[in-house]
């Protein structure tokens, strides 16, 4: 127990702090509102504590062996965030009903997390920094996943509330087309930061 209180503050630094994925639930929620983004916020947090979990029992000695999968990962997710970001530039200037199109989806959210490489780097310090030491290492990696989930589910909905909660504050299609772009914008420098970081 004595790591796990550490560890929470680590998940909840590594949550709440902006990233691609983040930036995506924020978007999501100001153009389709709250209720449609949950299994956004469920489906992203579920796989990044589905990949904590496996880089702990095993999977991440194969990643750092292989570095050219890493290289492929990053950009693949690179590829994919730079087209989710030119499709919420482009969505600014459409319907901003929230019926109109969907949001991002749960299987969209769980791929979006598999080639997230800061996901990945992220498991892989958890891993290194709250793993060594334990008595039993596959219970310690079940706990720590534990853990992440309960600490990144309200993180990721806080996002969700501020995209929904920025809704109402920018009444009126041009100012939440200039919050589409704007978000598109950063979601594409995210995706860049987060390829200059995983090379």
Known sequence: MDT?????????????????????????????????????????CAAATAILVLVGLGLGEVLLRLPVLQHVMSTVGFAWLCW???GLYRSAGSDLDPNAGRPLGVLGAMGLQSINPKVWMTALVVMGVFLPGASDPG???LQLGLVFLLVSVPCMAAWALLGAGSARLLPGRQAQRRFNRLMAVLLFLSACLGLIGGV
């Open 139 to 141: 219970t310690r990696v």
């Open 84 to 86: 989710l970001a030119w």
């Open 4 to 44: 796990l209180s550490p560890f929470a503050l680590f998940a909840f630094v590594a949550s709440i702090t902006p990233g691609p994925t983040n930036l995506l639930v924020l978007g999501n929620a100001a153009r389709f509102g709250l209720r449609r983004v949950w299994p956004v916020v469920l489906g992203a």
